[in-house]
């Protein structure tokens, strides 16, 4: 394999005659600068989200270093020379870091590719390795580098963890994940601000840049949470947060572009087309939250726009996306293709509401006036009411009056019918007196209808008491007090 410059074959060639003294040196920088290049190269791709390549030359070092070793292991044993030996073992030790460099690449790279395609469960196990191979790595060299390398795939496996928690939609256990990648990343950069080598600085800058993914990402997941929760205020803060963030390393990368040559900003496109079309994918719901709060205050034709501006803002996150080969890029057009619908319903479910509305306003309307005319009608009675309460009173009153009124005059019919058992009145009067009292005190009618025959049996008691004269005094009292009561 072509190493930009080191033919594979030649390292291959290399290592074969590494037994021969007099090339060694010349065959051990060969291999050793291979080694180098190939751990960097590796590097830049994993960087650039080019997981292939980066797993080439990963892949390529290591074979490297598995045919070298044991070369040089036989090489020590058969060294007599004290320091040569000791020579020796030093590029054992050499080749062994290479080694471990590039299994924590390996391992790393394994993540992020996992990662970045929303397999969290399987990118958690690499970066847990990776994160114990750089530590092992600061142990044998006690370089700060590494101890960096170990925090970041520490933090990175938060930030799976979080991604993970995300998916399931714990979205509590997802933020506090994600506030634990963003503190330890903004620990490492710290630690960064005192280093002065260029490798440390660039550590540095990639590390902030990480830092701000996480950063975005919790935005993001703060935003779903308030959203799930119907908080539509604070998701709007949250998402204004995140197209804050975004827009401004959308303007990082174009301002990066204009200081690249042509041919190396193919990796730049996609990053600016990738983060225009999360701006947008993220606008969307941004505008979907709005139009809710809108929503719930009843702006009718704001919450409208506002679903209809998601429609124009995943069109144009769609043409972004499908510029950008990062594969994150697709998982959201993916989304967008398959949730577009949700808009529609969006505009349906608030149109119903605004109709509903607009239906509960006119009933209301309606029993206010209702309620009106029922005052009005009150008021010639000479009872005055200024509201429901005031009418339910009332007829709570009249319906106890009625019932008292009713129970009295079963009563009085009783007396009436026990009286007239002494009266000598015709068998044939005092028998139909008898059957209707009798009827009305074990009659199942109550209210005015009850009343109403009530009546009409005191009226037709009293003709007959007035018909028949004196024989029919004792009964004036009883019929005297049933009218009183009916009047």
Do not use: H
Request: hydrophobic share 35%; net charge negative; glycine share 4%.
């Amino acid at each position: 394999m072509d190493n930009n410059v080191i033919n594979f074959q030649d390292v291959q060639s290399a290592v074969a005659n590494l037994m021969n003294a007099d090339s060694f040196p010349q065959n051990f920088n060969l291999i050793t600068e291979y080694l180098f290049r190939s751990y960097n190269i590796s590097l830049e791709e994993t960087d650039n989200q080019n997981f292939n390549r980066s797993y080439q030359f990963i892949s390529a070092g290591l074979e490297t270093c598995n045919l070298t070793l044991p070369v040089l292991r036989i090489l020590s044993e058969e060294c007599s020379d004290i320091e040569l030996k000791a020579s020796m073992n030093e590029k054992i030790t050499t080749v062994e870091i290479f080694k471990l460099k590039l299994e924590a690449a390996n391992n790393f790279t394994t993540g992020l590719f996992n990662y970045s395609n929303r397999n969290p469960g399987l990118a958690n196990q690499f970066f847990l390795e990776s994160e114990k191979i750089f530590k092992e790595l600061y142990n044998r060299t006690k370089d700060i580098y590494y101890v960096i390398l170990s925090e970041n795939s520490k933090n990175y496996k938060y930030m799976s963890e979080g991604l993970e928690k995300f998916i399931t939609g714990d979205l509590i256990d997802a933020r506090k994940n994600y506030q634990l990648a963003k503190i330890g990343f903004e620990d490492n950069i710290k630690k960064l601000d005192r280093e002065s080598s260029d490798e440390l600085k660039y550590m540095k800058f990639k590390t902030e840049i990480i830092c701000r993914e996480c950063t975005n990402i919790l935005y993001l997941s703060n935003a779903q949470y308030y959203f799930r929760s119907k908080n539509y205020k604070l998701a709007v803060e949250n998402y204004d947060k995140l197209l804050d963030l975004l827009k401004q390393i959308t303007d990082e990368f174009k301002t990066a572009q204009k200081d690249q040559s042509d041919e190396n900003n193919s990796g730049l496109d996609s990053a600016i087309n990738f983060y225009e079309g999360n701006y947008f994918y993220n606008y969307g719901f941004r505008n979907i939250a709005k139009g809710l709060e809108l929503q719930d205050f009843e702006k009718w034709d704001d919450a409208l726009e506002c679903f209809e501006n998601t429609r124009t803002a995943w069109s144009r996150a769609t043409v972004s996306l499908l510029k950008s080969s990062i594969p994150q890029a697709v998982t959201l057009q993916e989304f967008i293709s398959q949730n577009e619908f949700t808009i529609d319903q969006y505009l349906s479910s608030c149109i119903k509401e605004r109709e509903q509305k607009q239906k509960i306003s006119e009933l209301e309307n309606k029993v206010k006036q209702q309620q009106e005319e029922l005052f009005n009608m009150l008021k010639p009675a000479g009872i005055t009411v200024n509201n429901i309460q005031d009418i339910n009173n009332t007829v709570e009153q009249n319906v106890q009056v009625v019932q008292k009124i009713e129970n009295k005059t079963r009563e009085n019919i009783k007396d009436l019918l026990e009286l007239l058992k002494s009266i000598p009145l015709e068998e044939s009067v005092k028998n139909e007196i008898e059957t209707e009292g009798k009827e009305l005190v074990e009659s199942k009618e109550k209210g005015v209808k009850f009343l109403d025959k009530a009546k009409s049996f005191t009226e037709k008691i009293s003709g007959i008491v007035k018909n028949v004269g004196e024989i029919a005094t004792p009964l004036i009292p009883a019929v005297k007090a049933l009218a009183m009561m009916l009047v």
